[in-house]
């Protein structure tokens, strides 16, 4: 079927459509429900349906025989750094994560925001999340402390998860002390401040 005539399809027979886009995935709990309606008349889709974004995102494709493979490149000209991380390598520091939050107390229904620069273990940290079925909250970098408070406030969260610091060229910036000023700012006070303790140029940062 051309790209067309399947964006025909999906608007016209949508359910079916969807019905059969669902068949292409791993469901813990396949769906019956297709199509439903929610609270306020909202569309809800495979409302009876359970999965999990991180099993399909990495187990899955080791399952199929892809462990080896290369799953993410991180390219950073900033740092002058580059890592290819395979399949296998991704589900060991995702787990090593999501253990780490489950170890304080972390669970499906939890909050947290993402604080960080656009490393690795950003990655991991959503990964994990979605492993567990913690709700994460990413929060761009370069919002000041007063933003992140905002936000904080907003979505409650249990955990934040964040990195002693960013850089850009040749400038530091500083992420844990603007994490902990938003702390102090925020109303909610999250329970708990993850750190992923970064060196560049041979120090701590």
Aim: charged share 20%; aromatic share 12%.
């Amino acid at each position: 079927m051309k790209a067309h005539e399947m964006f025909l399809n999906s608007i016209e027979n949508k359910e079916q459509f969807w019905a059969e886009q669902a068949d292409q995935i791993h469901w813990f709990k396949k769906p019956q429900t297709i199509l439903s309606q929610g609270e306020n008349n909202y569309p809800v889709w495979f409302a009876d349906g359970e999965l999990n974004a991180c099993y399909l995102a990495i187990d899955k494709h080791i399952e199929d025989g892809y462990g080896d493979q290369v799953a993410y490149i991180y390219d950073s000209p900033v740092t002058d750094t580059k890592q290819k991380i395979t399949f296998n390598e991704l589900k060991e520091n995702v787990s090593k994560f999501a253990g780490g939050l489950q170890s304080l107390g972390l669970k499906k229904g939890d909050n947290a925001i993402i604080y960080m620069p656009m490393i690795p273990q950003a990655a991991y940290a959503m990964l994990a999340c979605a492993r567990l079925g913690i709700t994460h909250s990413v929060v761009f970098g370069g919002f000041a402390p007063h933003e992140l408070a905002i936000r904080i406030d907003d979505c409650n969260p249990k955990a934040i998860i964040t990195a002693s610091a960013g850089v850009e060229v040749k400038k530091r910036i500083p992420y844990l002390p603007f994490v902990k000023e938003a702390y102090e700012m925020a109303v909610h006070k999250p329970e708990h401040i993850v750190v992923f303790d970064r060196q560049l140029w041979g120090n701590k940062v």
